[in-house]
């Protein structure tokens, strides 16, 4: 489903897939095809755990001005109520 959302991003049609898995199967030959695959795979799966380790990182870090954030909207939301 990535690959998908990936293709689609870069807004490729079905006659550029083609082309582009023709030259892939050209230069790597039937049996390079799954190094190749494998090879993507593999960092592909990197990319994401740095992107979730980032993303996990900043919200650590911005955890206790979060949840002061919510506490003053709770507040606010009290004093809004009373009135």
């Known amino acids: 489903m990535a690959t ?6 870069l807004n490729l049609g079905g006659g550029e ?9 050209l230069l790597f030959g039937g049996k390079g095809i799954p190094n190749v695959a494998k ?3 593999k960092g592909i ?3 994401k755990d740095a992107a ?7 919200q650590q870090s911005t955890g206790g001005i ?3 954030i919510n506490e003053h909207v709770q ?3 009290k004093e809004i ?3």
């Open 39 to 41: 090879a993507l795979g």
């Open 81 to 83: 109520e009373k009135e």
């Open 17 to 25: 897939i083609v082309m582009i898995l023709f030259v892939i199967l």
């Open 52 to 58: 979730n380790g980032i993303q996990r990182d900043i």
């Open 66 to 68: 979060t949840q002061q």
């Open 4 to 9: 998908l959302q990936f293709i689609l991003f």
């Open 45 to 47: 799966r990197e990319f």
């Open 75 to 77: 507040e606010v939301k």
